[in-house]
């Protein structure tokens, strides 16, 4: 059996993974929204902000008796009216270079870095032990998993007390979307026209070829629509979400937005979160999938989608009487009447014309090339 992760390799995470605020808040996936070098306001700190640099969010801080104002870019002397106030530091009364458990999770921890707590989690279904401060097998390190932060409501933020008003920036649940603040607690969405595709670069619209669609995260902290969820009465009610993975869950008051454990999908037909394959959801299904190729949602399976880094490409139709079957990788001649196709009701998609690749050949879950059948 292998060793658990020492201190030193959680050091490394923080530094090339994902950066988490001390409320858990990925910050990545803000910075894959915007331009290159945006600088945007750290939700915890009025003296702290994050350099996006490569996509990648480094913390930085102001002078002392400076504050961060994100529309001037720059740290300023008064504090600007939307910054958080500073709340209690996870890391108080611990040293620098040390690690600490978060509440009500399993896999969460919080590095303290000089310049305050950084979050992060453990990979590969590790448990953080505190006691060797290392992610730990469960077998070693027993952590109740009904307190883990998985399946837990989503708590969308306001992206405009983030980034500075009047730029463009992508949306993490469509490439082709886009969203602009008119100020610093409201803001404006619209989506690419002709097929094109929103590139954060350059902030306009720009040809599929020319954009690597990395914003596209799926993030239910980032959901634009998730305030919508709307007024209920019925506890207990749920409805689909924009996301394969979330749905809006009735407290009675409120739509509250889910999101589904592991790599399950919001089933429409029983309100449950299922396997994906068994799921009736009009989403994009390349969410969550490793898969190039998946089933499209309805067509009769015929339909499938050109996966890239997670998010739908372009799609297409099998030729002739064939039907498509992600689990082999191809189109075949039997209709493998999958739930999440056969039983729908979309209308039949046309095929793309950007589509890079075809279908016909792909890896199988074994490892074997599955071709398309003759």
């Known amino acids: ?22 409320s858990g808040l990925n910050m990545t996936n803000i910075c894959l929204l915007l331009e290159d070098n945006a600088l945007i ?14 996509n990648v969010p480094i913390l930085q801080s102001c002078a002392s ?3 961060f104002n994100k529309n001037v870019q720059s740290c300023v002397s008064t504090a600007p009216s939307y910054c958080a106030v500073d709340g209690a530091d996870p890391c108080t009364g611990h040293a620098i270079g040390t690690y600490t458990a978060v509440p009500n999770s399993c896999s969460g921890y919080y590095y303290c870095s000089a310049k305050g707590a950084l979050r992060s989690n453990c990979p590969n279904d590790l448990v953080f032990n505190p006691t060797t401060q290392a992610c730990d097998y469960k077998d070693t390190y027993s952590c109740d998993d009904t307190t883990a932060d998985t399946d837990s409501s989503s708590s969308v933020i306001n992206l405009c007390s983030y980034v500075r008003i009047n ?48 914003q596209v995260t799926n993030d239910p902290n980032l959901e634009v629509t998730a305030a919508n969820g709307g007024a209920c009465t019925v506890s207990g009610n749920v409805k689909s979400a924009t996301a394969c993975n979330q749905y809006y869950y009735c407290n009675g008051a409120n739509y509250v937005l889910k999101t589904c454990t592991g790599r399950l999908y919001f089933d ?16 994009d299904r390349c969410l969550g999938s490793d898969d ?3 089933n499209a949602y309805g067509t009769d399976c015929k339909g499938y989608l050109y996966c890239s880094n997670g998010f739908r490409h372009s799609s297409a ?52 090339t599955a071709k398309t059948e003759s």
């Open 65 to 67: 008796g400076t504050y």
């Open 268 to 283: 429409t037909v029983s309100g449950e979160c299922v396997n994906r394959i068994n799921a009736v959801n009009d989403c």
């Open 167 to 214: 730029k463009y920036f992508g949306n993490a649940f469509n490439c082709a979307g886009w969203q602009i603040c008119s100020t610093d607690n409201s803001f404006k969405t619209g989506t690419c026209k002709d097929n094109l595709v929103f590139n954060t670069k350059t902030k306009t619209c720009d040809y599929k070829s020319n954009v690597v669609c990395s």
């Open 41 to 54: 306001a750290s939700g915890e700190s009025c003296s702290t902000y994050y350099l996006c640099s490569n």
């Open 292 to 294: 190039t190729f998946v």
């Open 1 to 22: 059996m292998l060793g658990t992760f020492s201190a030193s390799i959680l050091a490394l995470l923080l530094i090339c993974g994902n950066a988490f605020t001390a």
């Open 317 to 368: 139709l099998c030729a002739n009487d064939e039907y498509f079957n992600e689990l082999l990788g191809g189109c075949v001649k039997e209709n493998p009447n999958f739930e999440c196709c056969a039983n729908s009701t979309s209308t039949t998609i046309a095929a793309d014309s950007t589509t890079e690749s075809s279908a016909t050949t792909a890896k199988t879950e074994s490892g074997t």
